[in-house]
């Protein structure tokens, strides 16, 4: 197996292409409603969001960022779907 070292311009380009996208992600409330205290948190954090219908829909071009908050919410146990 042989290591390949990617120029840096190969490297921005790739970044560029992926923080062009929109990622969104869907929160649902699992056993009980999303509280007042998590739509805080994620509002103070400065992610954009609608709450719509008990639901949380949040939009992001970091597909990283997106991916960690996914993970944090459902250990708070809401069910949760990125698109």
Not at 16 to 43: A, F, G, H, Q, W
């Amino acid at each position: 197996m042989s290591t390949k070292i990617l120029t840096k311009t190969v490297v921005s380009k790739w970044i560029y292409s992926v923080l062009e996208n929109e990622y969104t992600m869907t929160i649902y409330p699992n056993t009980r409603e999303i509280s007042e205290k998590d739509i805080r948190i994620l509002k103070d954090a400065g992610w954009r969001m609608v709450f719509l219908e008990g639901k949380i829909i949040i939009t992001s071009r970091d597909p990283l960022s997106i991916a960690k908050l996914a993970v944090k919410m459902e250990r708070k146990g809401y069910f949760v779907d990125i698109d």
